[in-house]
């Protein structure tokens, strides 16, 4: 870590208050519930996902949970877009694959267009999140406690 990264670092965390670095912790928890959901889907045999969707989908629920709290205000402190970004990509993405997986757990014939169109929307803007994160993560400035 260079010197002008970590002072970066040490005027980032010093003008956050301890109620943001508390809320921000959300965030933290909402991208590590998403990746252990991700590394559940990725363990997974094609097409035997369902053996292991109620585990996949605990996470993938935590992590909307999580991202929810963030408030608005933390995410535009650590980067102007970032709100834009990871409530529009992330969130939103984590509630259409949420609901496809819901609706093809709850169908007996199978998955249906609308449940299929759901979770391809959803996978594509989550990994739009993603890309934009981490060609970003270098700007994005929270603080972990």
């Known amino acids: 870590m260079t010197a002008l990264t970590l ?19 959300h965030f933290f ?15 997974a045999q ?4 369902q053996t292991g969707i109620e585990e996949i989908l605990l996470y993938q629920r935590l992590a909307l949970q999580e991202a929810r ?7 535009d402190k650590a980067h102007p877009q970032l709100r834009l970004h990871f409530r529009g990509e992330f969130e939103k993405g984590l509630e259409l694959v949420i609901r496809s997986a819901e609706m093809g757990m709850a169908s007996k014939v199978g998955p249906t267009s609308e449940q299929m169109n759901l979770a391809i929307t959803g996978t594509t803007l ?9 060609v970003h993560r270098l700007e ?6």
């Open 7 to 25: 002072a970066a670092i040490v005027a980032c965390s010093s003008s956050w208050s301890s109620a943001e670095r508390q809320n921000a912790e």
């Open 29 to 43: 928890r909402a991208l590590e519930a998403a990746k252990k959901a991700t590394q559940l889907t990725n363990k």
């Open 46 to 49: 094609p097409g035997v996902i």
């Open 69 to 75: 709290i963030v408030h608005d205000s933390v995410l």
């Open 126 to 134: 989550i990994n739009e999140w993603v890309e934009w994160k981490n």
């Open 140 to 145: 994005i400035h929270i603080p972990e406690t």
